[in-house]
Nanobody, 125 residues
């Protein structure tokens, strides 16, 4: 059974940092694209960042460029999201996603086959 388990969320003051982790089990995702999405209350699920299978090609949503960094460790089957200079508008549930067959990152949530349960990030102003 494939599982993606996020961790690292919590409450942080504006300007602070958090590092999210997403550990996969049940199959290797070393050849697959992975991504982080987020969903704020009353809003849709938006792309935050994507990373290709090798980790050398990334994409960031406009609202997080220059502040967030996505990375992966294929040996640990884990993807990370380093979030710096956090703002109140970053408050959301953050979801990790993995593609079954795609090697390059995509921004459409429908391109991803596996999802974590989500981790809450709350930024206080």
């Amino acid at each position: 059974q494939v599982q993606l388990v996020e961790s690292g969320g919590g409450l942080v003051q504006a300007g602070g940092s958090l590092r999210l982790s997403c550990a996969a089990s049940g199959r290797s995702f070393s050849g697959s694209a992975m991504a982080w999405f987020r969903q704020a209350p009353g809003k849709g699920r938006d792309i935050v960042a994507t990373i290709n299978w090798k980790g050398d090609n990334t994409y960031y949503g406009d609202s997080v460029k220059g502040r967030f960094t996505i990375s992966r460790d294929n040996a640990k089957n884990t993807v990370y999201l380093q979030m710096n200079s956090l703002k109140s508008e970053d408050t959301a549930v953050y979801y990790c996603a993995a593609a079954r067959y795609l090697a390059s990152g995509r921004t459409n949530s429908q391109d991803y086959d596996y999802w974590g349960q989500g981790t809450q990030v709350t930024v206080s102003s």
